[in-house]
């Protein structure tokens, strides 16, 4: 698996970024390539370690450890580092339908699973695995793969994010005839508009779904259930219908002046401004424009960063991101022992712009936003905090508390609200007669089938929100369910 002495010969080379002061000038993405010889050489230092944890794929204490698809990462960076690209590309693809999605926006708890990450730096395994797929688009080895026989079966699947798509294109190599309903104006889900253009550029996905297209499966666009089409219509019409809806019900902000205006769910104000983008680069105006304005953005995670990155692209005047929980440790620590992944701090690329630009890491940690303040027209003039310290009770369970003396005023404009999601929204189950269960459409993850015959779910609308490498693999797995049942139903 690579150079035997190859972990002990070289070192780990970061993908190349563009520099923040430029980047923030552009919504192109950021990263890029290394060379073809870098990545050889980061292909050696894979270790032949007898246990390979890096695709292992199970969750411990809820998270990831090791890749949900079960990528071989071994054997295609052992191909990497040999110059055997295009093999290296036909084994990607036997376990990832899009290595595209998966090499830009993934996490990679594959390599906080390896091996070598125990004492060094990890393999740079994202970098070679978006660069093996990057390198077959280029070279003209991605072509469509038309079926060569129909069944004759037709499935129908709501919604276009990566479970839908993983899905769809698992089913529609086995010979069905398969149609994708996307209630947007672009397929692609998440992908498309949940994830800004600095770290998917959407070129990346239409190049997917016109591969897709090509391959015979058909996409109905700007169409809901519940409004254009009915359930009963799908589930009529239809041998199996696969609900892959994603869990996009956002959790709101219950506080005193959570109402003021300018006040905005985080992937409202993301969503809003990549469809501006693309529809006309901005000229339309109908994206929230943040331009010298005091934004704060509640909540810790990955869409509240990528608010922050929007907003500094934005010119905005000042940018906090507010976090209940305190700072990462620098160095993985024994609540995340490996092969779980490290969880630690990291300057991501949205904090290192704002750094850059404002001379500091945008993140206040253990605060809590106490109230909104909203001026006589009623839009938000502040936002009042106190900090907090997370203690450890003596049931064994962390609890917040609150520092008296502690008390902050903060001027803002501009509040993003990205505390997570709920899970899907109700009516789409309501349309299908499916069970919810804490917000989730109850299915079991060996067959994914819901309480009505023939209609089954994947991705977050059945796990929670997730990674997207975890919507692929129930994609995947669903589609394994639907075959099974569509070869021994007795359905005409």
Not at 319 to 336: A, C, I, M, S
């Amino acid at each position: 698996m690579g150079k035997p002495t190859g972990f002990m010969e070289y070192k780990r080379e970061k993908t190349k970024e563009q520099p923040p002061l430029e980047r923030i000038l552009n919504w192109n993405e950021y990263a890029s390539r290394l060379s073809d010889e870098s990545l050889q050489t980061q292909g050696a230092r894979c270790m032949d370690c007898a246990t390979p944890f890096c695709h292992m794929g199970i969750e411990v204490r809820g998270a990831a450890a090791g890749c949900p698809i079960q990528n071989v990462i071994p054997e295609w960076n052992d191909l990497v580092y040999k110059g055997k690209w295009q093999e290296a590309l036909q084994r990607l693809h036997m376990t990832n339908n899009f290595p595209e999605f998966t090499g830009r926006v993934c996490p990679a708890p594959c390599e906080g699973s390896c091996t070598l990450g125990i004492n060094e730096p990890s393999v740079a395994i994202k970098s070679i695995e978006r660069s093996i797929i990057d390198k077959g688009f280029e070279n003209n080895w991605i072509v469509p793969r038309i079926p060569s026989h129909r069944t004759g079966k037709k499935i129908a699947i709501v919604g276009s994010g990566p479970a839908g798509l993983a899905a769809a294109d698992q089913l529609n190599q086995k010979g069905h005839s398969v149609t994708v309903y996307e209630r947007a104006d672009r397929p692609g889900g998440l992908l498309m508009y949940g994830i800004p253009n600095m770290k998917l550029e959407k070129e990346v996905v239409e190049r997917r779904v016109n591969l897709l297209q090509q391959e015979g499966i058909d996409f109905v666009l700007n169409t809901e259930v519940g409004v254009d089409i009915t359930g009963e219509q799908l589930k009529n019409e239809y041998d199996a219908v696969i609900l892959c809806v994603g869990a996009q019900k956002q959790r709101a902000l219950h506080i005193e002046g959570s109402e003021s205006e300018g006040v905005h769910l985080a992937m409202d104000y993301l969503t809003g401004v990549t469809q501006s983008l693309l529809d006309s680069k901005f000229k339309d105006g109908k994206a929230l424009n943040v331009k010298g304005k005091d934004v704060i953005v509640i909540g810790g995670g990955d869409t509240g960063a990528d608010c922050v990155a929007t907003a500094i692209r934005q010119e905005a005047r000042s940018v906090y991101q507010f976090g209940k929980h305190p700072e990462l440790p620098k160095v993985r620590t024994d609540e995340t022992p490996w092969p779980q992944d490290p969880n630690v701090y990291k300057l991501d690329y949205a904090y290192e712009e704002v750094a850059a630009v404002k001379g500091r890491d945008p993140r206040e940690y253990c605060i809590q936003t106490k109230k909104i303040v909203k001026d006589k027209n009623g839009r938000v003039k502040e936002l009042h905090t106190i900090q907090m310290e997370k203690v450890l009770g003596e049931d064994g369970f962390y609890y917040f508390k609150e520092l008296p003396g502690t008390e902050k005023i903060w001027p803002a404009q501009y509040v993003f609200v990205a505390i997570g999601f709920e899970g899907v929204e109700n009516k789409i189950a309501d349309h299908f007669g499916v069970n919810l269960v804490r917000n989730r459409i109850q299915a079991s993850i060996k067959d994914f089938a819901t309480n009505v015959p023939g209609v089954f779910v994947a991705g977050d609308a059945r796990r929670g929100q997730s990674l997207v490498v975890w919507a692929i693999k129930e994609g995947r797995a669903v589609a394994a369910s639907v075959e099974e049942f569509l070869t021994t139903s007795v359905k005409a």
